[in-house]
């Protein structure tokens, strides 16, 4: 089977390939922002009533962009002609999106109207879809423009399957995170169909807070919490930053501090969402999982953050592709669906639970503490007794 797959590389450029990569963002960012305000200038002359033409498709903005960019960029040669198509087709992405949510035609948030990119801010990325684009050898890589950049971990992995006639390179795309260099090519892949290891099995999976997740077998998944674990060394970077004085070299280094943490923190959530996700995937024939609506889960302030950390759609986002490659099923509870509420040994289901009503493990093996009476015969929640303390008899 064919499947597109990503196959990402750290990179590690000269100073001089650093900043042609450089030069290449900022030219993307230029495309965007001067269509942007083309777009902008053309909708303001429609409401005054003049009869012009509104770039709002890819094909009309790279037709505008031909036939000033003599005059806006004159120095549009130094990069390749991707750089400058790759914020052009953002922009153009960015209009559709705000339309079709404005027309009620896009699920999820209503998207707002696109705004101008700022040196700095949001992600650094440039997207190659045409020219030299290809893996050298198994520590090098080609680039449009740009050339042979040298990689930081070997390129094997893709190097053999393109070798093999398997992989073929569609895009590749550069992107500047938390200091370094990255570059991802988007492959078609041909796949042989996979086999789990125990293909008669079914389990069921909890995603949680407490343990990243729990499966029906036992087995409990534990949550690095990286962004908790850092918590402390953000605050600290974040009033170094604000103490220090702005563009000033120390001011910049405690950016570059803070993205190095947050990229850290990020690589710890995906290195664990990847494991479990990859250990599902290639044991059990059936996979489980809830369809939690995570968006409406977020707007508790009590759990906002623990939620953010452990992000649980994204272990539901991987095992939609990851059991299609290797042959399992996965099958996705209802959002209603009473999990939580419901006791794992008598089914009982408990209409109303709050936070901190239900102990800890108790769906997991098999206590019920719906309908669970005191001495005094007052119907309250089970809780467990503290550790160490006698039971009055």
């Known amino acids: 089977m ?8 750290a990179l590690d450029p000269t ?18 922002n001067w269509g942007l305000a083309l777009v902008k200038e053309r909708l303001e002359a429609r409401t005054r009533g003049e009869d012009v033409e509104v770039p709002w498709t ?25 750089a400058y198509s790759s914020g052009l087709d953002g922009l153009a992405r960015a209009l559709q999106s705000w339309s079709k949510s404005r027309k009620g035609e896009r699920k999820g948030r209503r998207v707002g109207f696109p705004r101008f990119r700022k040196k700095g801010r949001g992600r650094e990325s440039v997207r190659f879809t045409t020219g030299a684009i290809r893996v050298d050898d198994k520590s090098h890589v080609v680039l449009p423009r740009i050339g042979r950049v040298k990689t930081h ?9 393109i070798e093999a006639g398997t992989a073929r390179i569609l895009s590749a795309t550069v992107a500047r995170e938390g200091g370094r260099w990255f570059v991802s090519f988007t492959c078609e892949v041909e796949r042989q169909p996979g086999r789990p290891r125990f293909p008669w099995r079914v389990v069921g999976v909890d995603a949680g807070v407490r343990h990243l997740a729990v499966l029906s077998t036992g087995t409990v998944w534990p949550n690095p919490r990286p962004l908790e674990k850092a918590l402390r060394k953000i605050s600290r970077w974040n009033r170094a930053l604000a103490r220090r004085q702005k563009g000033s070299r120390r001011w910049q280094q405690a950016r570059r501090q803070l993205a190095r943490l947050y990229a850290r923190v990020r690589n710890i959530r995906q290195d664990a969402l990847h494991k479990l996700t990859h250990h599902l995937a290639t044991t059990y024939g059936v996979v489980v999982v ?30 939609q592709y990851k059991c299609g490659w290797y042959g399992s099923w996965l099958v996705e509870a209802s959002t209603f669906y009473p999990s939580s509420k419901r006791c794992s040994r ?4 408990k209409e109303r639970l ?16 719906t309908g669970m009476r005191t001495p005094r015969g007052i119907s309250r929640p089970w809780r467990p007794p503290s550790p160490g303390v006698a039971r009055r008899r």
């Open 2 to 9: 064919k499947v597109l797959q990503a196959y990402r590389f």
């Open 58 to 82: 890819l094909p009309a903005l790279r037709r505008e962009w031909n036939r000033q960019k003599h005059v806006v960029a004159p120095w549009w040669r130094e990069n390749s002609k991707e």
């Open 15 to 32: 100073p001089r390939q650093e900043r042609a990569l450089a030069s290449h963002v900022g030219a993307r960012r230029f495309a965007f």
């Open 290 to 319: 809830e369809n939690l609506h995570v968006a409406g889960m977020l707007k508790n302030r009590r759990l906002a953050r623990v939620l953010a950390d452990a992000a649980l759609a994204e272990i539901r986002r991987q095992l």
């Open 346 to 349: 008598c089914g009982a289901v």
């Open 153 to 161: 971990e070997p390129t094997t992995a893709l190097l053999r399957r």
């Open 354 to 369: 709050i936070l901190g009503s239900a102990p800890t493990g108790a769906r997991h093996v098999g206590w019920c503490w």
